[in-house]
């Protein structure tokens, strides 16, 4: 059996069951409609599964990580120290602009394991800057006073003590 | 899901969930720098941050906290504006520890002042700092109950959960001889399922896992007796510490290291150890220890000393996993004791050349007496004596140590601790203690100098030891699950150990370890 997604532009993919799978929205929509009101009911190749909020790119780069993990289980849960596989590295890339969308995509369509790599992603690209590269590199208006910040900088120097021992 | 509402869905970084999730990728350093970026990432940043602070880092969000090289003794003052800091991080705190090197510092003034020098050049304990710190902040918050993490009632006491309401455990160490204090030393883990019920709040039972012979029966008591881990190591052999163990009902993990020969150091007369060391010679509770890890040059020979019945034997009965090694958990090495032999005591900071030694430590001990009853003033009378001059405190410094007691006038009344001499040499301070070994980047053996479990094969390769040990274990340990050694090789029994006689247990574990043993 296998499933048509369709992206926001429109354009289609054709997918296996293991790799839509992959994405608990799809599976959600294919197999667990009789449970949820108002959900499309892919009974057939013939019917398509719109994905309103994924472009057509970040679509087929999320199609290359699901086909990736159709036979192996992802990483579903880490914290700092936990090494990630080098795929998923080189897959998830520094380009952060990209990150961001695949992450975006990754929560709207319930893929816990690259919404994991995907947060892995942001915190490499995040390592080593400071509030306010961070808040240029990701757009955030920074909501602190002058005066909070440079307070916030001293109370919390002592975390960087390690980095720069004087 | 039309457009319309795509375009209202939150940008992933908004979302404190995602944020999580992506701070729990993030070094400490990196998460300091997120909490600036805005309140939203702050909140987020600031529970990742704060979850597990020692006590020394947590001070530093204080301005006293952050002085030059750490606070002199006796100027560690809370202002308004650091009891709004406090406020913000308090609140997500889930444990404190400081270890048992960071409150040496103590021990370090001591030589300083033995050796006639300016031991204000040693900042003040991280223990000293943060009792001095919850008194002052009780005090502010009396003042103002705006300045406490949690609504107080107008008139009550800001009580430990109020200050920290997630705090849920305390890490920390102590010495188990104050004479023998670098090598015999305790770390523990404290969990705190009702901190309130604590008798002073927080400052308690810290203050008890230092302070001296006074405090003996409590650190034993409030410490090793509600610790459900604790991390041993004796260089000498302690009765009492078997004997506080023998008394706890909470500890589950014991790790050991025994540098004693067990020979020399056996006790013939158990009775008599209990009634010299307590008045009460309590019978043993009832201590379900799971998880044993001894480290000790001989196992087999330590191991069947261990479970005499006035040792570890009655907590034995329901141990899961049993660790040997033979590599200590201190590496004694590490530790200066050229001249400490000579002295006929163990120190880490010995000071060269110094004729005044051992005659200023006796009034060392003098001195320390005083501070313990000194602490239990008010704070105010602390802070009045930081304005007094180099030579006043010098002048103090005499007449405490020499009379062995402080001056009528309570507002001049020094003790040792409070008494300061101003100086900034840190120069002279690092020729003397190594920049290494200055206080604050004192290694931590217990986090630093963690050395595996290994060479216990080979000495278990000979057959009569291996037996004899193994022996003793199926005897001790019924319900054994898992017996490592090395730090790599584990031995895992079944329901068919536990079901078995004593020699069907000795078999089984004999022929186990040997299979191991031989497959590598």
Redesign the interface.
Known sequence: MSITLISKEGAQFLVSKPVADRIGVVRDCAYGADFWLGYAVATDDSMGITLANVTSSILSKILVWCEHYKDMEPLVDGDSNMEFPEWDMAYIGHDMNQILFVLEAADYLHIPGLLLLACKGIADVLDGRNPRGICDLLGIVMDFSHRQEVDMDKENGYWRWFLHPT | ???KA?AH?P???Y?PE?LS???????????????????L??DCAVQG?YKHVRIV?FL??TESG?AEGGPRLGQFVLTMQDAI?LRK?APHILTLSCTSHEYRNREVRHDWKAAGRSYALVPLDPLDQFSTMIRQWHALILSDLHLSPQPIRQGAFPTLQDLFPKLSGLRGGFDLDDDLSPTTSLEFTLPLDSPSALVNGLTYPLQAAYTYSMERELRGTELLLRSSKAYANLAVFQPYFFFYLRQSATLRELELAALWDSKTDAVDDWKAVWLEEETVPYPARRCALRTLVLRCPKPAEMFARLVHEDMLGPQLPELERLFFGVENAVDIEEWDMSESEEEGELHPFTIDGDEEMSDASEHGVEGEEMSTEESGTDSSDTDETDVTTSEEEEHHFHEASMSGSGSDGEGDWQTEDEIQVDGSDIAAAEAMFGAELLPGRLPSYFEDGYRPLVRFSALMKDGPALHALLEAVAVACPALKVLGWDGRANVTLGRAYAASSVEGRTEMLEREVRRVLETR
Do not use: E, T
């Open positions: 899901m039309n457009g795509a869905l940008h992933p970084l979302l995602i999730i992506i701070f729990s990728h993030l070094p400490n350093v990196d998460l300091s720098q997120c909490l600036a970026v805005s309140r990432w702050f941050l880092d530093k969000v952050r800091r991080y």
